[in-house]
């Protein structure tokens, strides 16, 4: 088999339609035993949940080739529990992790084509979602779930390398005080698609969003989590239930206290108090790590490191995650899962 002709390298993160994708249908209490499709399209009904009351999730992860060209995933048992976590928190039953772990690497397999070979700074990124269907009208948990994932590959995200960008603190809130923020569902992106837009229209990256119950402290930088190095060289992350728990910022957390032995807190981050901070960044599974060039607030840009340059410590924590993503670096026991 040959790889899809490609320009791997140019690829943006955006929506390609691949060959094969996995669906498995929940009904009287059970899940089928689910199967690959071509087709890209769903057909649910005009009642179901997902479309009335926002009873649906979804997660994020990638594939990544190997220099010895075996493919595999990135803590994909984490992605599973945060599923299982937000489903809690709506109702809906959980995908168990096996299922969810077999479904990725279906659907990695049947795509092999699309999946961007080693040294393209490309990756297959993976859609796993639930969705509440079947005929409904009140405001209760569907009696029907379909459990599906669908891939694409997407390029590297710093094409020029990485570059810092600025963030302004917004005045909306993206969940609750006692919410969902910590559940991937798709209502608080809904919710963050206005205060985005005023943002870049402002000619800022994205928004910073406060804590909702004090608009003191900062809790997520756009769809990703917040973290910052102080000048003494401490790893700090912000600690919130209304936080979505990113896989990536507590592997960076754990990149940082055991490959490079620096000190790290989960703690309240006051945004009067951003001058502890030598470096900041935003971080999830897209980027990895996108630099914070500078934070706006209260009419003034606080500036960390740089504005067009990231700081060395930034740097060498993306270079650790990324080196153990593509299997360069030795990975922690049981982050990694062999696809192929
Ligand atoms: C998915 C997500 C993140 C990042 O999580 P990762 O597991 O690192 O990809 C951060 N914030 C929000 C709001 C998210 O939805």
Known sequence: MTKAPLEWGKLAFSYMKTDYRYISHWKNGAWDEGRLVTDNTLSISEGSTALHYGQQCFEGLKAYTRKDGHIQLFRPDRNAARMQATCDRIMMPHVPTEKFIDACDQVVKANWKYVPPYGTGATLYLRPFLIGVGDNIGVSPAKEYIFSVFCMPVGPYFKGGMTPVNFMVSNYDRAAPNGTGAAKVGGNYAGSLLPHEEAVHKGFADCIYLDPTTHTKIEEVGAANFFGITKDGTFVTP????????????????????????????????????????????????????????????????????????????????ETLVGIQYGDVKAPEGWIHLVD
């Open 239 to 318: 600690k919130s239930p209304s936080i979505l728990p990113s896989i990536t910022k507590y592997s960076l957390l754990e990149v940082a206290k055991n490959y490079f032995g620096m000190k790290t807190e989960e703690r309240d981050v006051y945004i009067d108090k951003i001058e502890e901070f030598a470096e900041a960044g935003a971080c999830g599974t897209a980027a990895v790590i996108t630099p914070i060039g500078g934070i706006y607030h209260k009419g003034k840009l606080h500036v960390f490191h740089s504005e067009t340059e990231v700081g060395p410590t930034t740097k060498k924590l993306y």
